[in-house]
Every structure is written in C-alpha cells, then in structure tokens.
C-alpha cells in the first residue's frame, strides 16, 4: 500500500484561510435519501458557505439510465462544471449539509473525470457553522471557464464486472449501508428492492468511518475498520452502498491509506437489488 494522502480532505480552518483565493471553487454536494423530506438546494439557496455554488448529483446524471444518479457522459459533466467556473487550474473543495454523507461521491465524479485537484470538506457544513464561521444565501453567477474531462473507466463498475467478482472474488466487494440493511433486516430506502447484500461482499457502514463530529476518522482507525470488517487491504476493492454515494466516502477514506486498486460500483444495490435473477445472501458475512 502506499503512503497515506493527507491532500484529499481539508479543515474548516484550511478553507477559511483561503475562502477568496482566486484558484479555489467551493462546491455544495448536498443530496438526501428518498422520504428524508428535505431537498438539497433549497437548503443550500438557505444557507451556503460563501462562494458556494450548487452541483445537483441528480441532474449531472446520467438522464437516460433507469437508476438515480448514475455517473453522466463525459460531454455532459464538462459542460456543467464549465458553467459552475471551474477550469482545469481550479482546486475544488467539496461539501455537503450532513456533514460527510454525498460530499464524496462528487470528490469521486471528479476524480473519474480526470480532475485531480478536488478535496472533501471535513465535516462538512454542520461543523462549518457549529464553528460560527459565515453563511451566505446569494447564489454566485460565475463566469464560464475552460475544463478538460475524460473518463477513467477503472476507477467504475458495472453490474457485470461487479457479477464476476462476486463468483470469482477476483476483487473484495464492501457495502457502506448500514449493517441492519446489508444483513436483509432493514427495507430498502427505495421501493421495488430486495433485502440483503451481493453474495462474499463485507459490510462497513461508512459511519463506521466518522467522528462523532462527522468528521473523518484518521487513517489509522479508518484501516482497523476495514480489517475488523474482514478486509484485506492488500487486494483490489470495490465499494457499494444503496445508490453509489456513500460507497464514495469508503473510497475517499480507501485513497487516504494510500489504497489506488479500487473501483466503486455506480449501480449499487438499487440495480443488484432491482434484479431478481442476480443472487442475494442475507445475514453476517461468512
């Protein structure tokens, strides 16, 4: 494995010191789970961190595919982030109102897009204002910049790759949903869904990752969760949750270590779940 990447989440104190500097862009993630009763942007045109701009995971989506969120076509993600001002010189530092809950999978889109230079706000919005530090509710109108994408297909999964490593374990699968959830004993935030997990793969809920605070457990804690959860991180990994976000902070917290051999599993258990002839194990992993 190699050495731990302290660049890939940032404190409010670092944000602070640098909210006006011209090669920053601050970008609200925020998304909610159905029947949460709360919408993202509302929120945010509520009470954002000054700079802010909005990036909707449900509209830079792909509109074509039956399942929420999937990742969009490359043409598709360039075009938005042009239009939020983010060029390729830009560091981009994300967040979102929960804390550290869909902050990461736009870390992750990014990365998949070839942008390298993104950071996940540690934390998150709730520390940013426990800490008394300014909000704002005016939306930015930024100036359209130039932004290269392409996407690295390694870094995603699809339901036949993910298929293929679970009948030939090939690559470890781990589920950030909650425990109850992943052993079949919870419904499904989505309805249609069956109850379980794709059979081999491990659970570590991704709260299992977090400070009471929301904050990022440190890289030495992070790697005793995934061992304790049956993980070796000395083999390839793919992440999965409900819907592919929050399969986003066990890769954000896997790059941290310094673990590179891992891809996430965009379609997650809304698609393995959806689909009756794809087999489903249910209860404690073996």
Request: aromatic content about 8%; overall charge negative; proline content about 7%.
């Amino acid at each position: 494995m190699a050495t731990s990447d302290p660049t890939l989440l940032v404190s409010t104190d670092w944000l602070a010191e640098r909210l006006t500097a011209p090669d920053i862009r601050i970008l609200d993630a925020s998304l909610y789970l159905p029947g949460d009763g709360r919408d993202g942007r509302t929120e945010y045109l509520k009470a954002h961190i000054p700079g802010a701009r909005f990036f909707d995971i449900d509209e830079i989506a792909d509109s074509h595919s039956p399942l929420p969120h999937m990742l969009p076509p490359v043409e598709k993600f360039v075009s938005r982030v042009r239009r939020m001002g983010i060029g390729d010189g830009h560091r981009v530092i994300v967040y979102d109102q929960q804390g550290l809950f869909s902050a990461a999978r736009v870390w992750w889109t990014f990365r998949v897009f070839g942008h390298q230079d993104v950071a996940v706000l540690d934390g998150g919005l709730p520390k940013w204002i426990a800490e008394g530090r300014p909000i704002e509710e005016d939306e930015p109108d930024p100036r359209e910049r130039h932004f290269t994408g392409r996407r690295n297909a390694s870094m995603v999964r699809d339901v036949t790759q993910i298929a293929g490593a679970a009948k030939l374990r090939g690559e470890q699968i781990v589920d950030a949903r909650a425990a109850a959830r992943f052993r079949g004993e919870a419904p499904e935030p989505r309805e249609g869904l069956r109850s379980g997990h794709i059979p081999g793969s491990r659970s570590l809920p991704y709260t299992d990752l977090l400070n009471a605070d929301g904050t990022m457990k440190d890289p030495e804690a992070t790697r005793a969760a995934f061992e304790a959860a049956g993980v070796d991180l000395g083999k390839p990994i793919v992440t999965s949750c409900g819907s592919g976000v929050t399969a986003a902070v066990l890769t954000l917290a896997l790059h941290r270590m310094g673990h590179t051999r891992n891809a996430l599993y965009d379609g997650s258990w809304v698609e393995w779940g959806a689909y009756p002839d794809l087999a489903v194990e249910t209860g404690d992993p073996a």
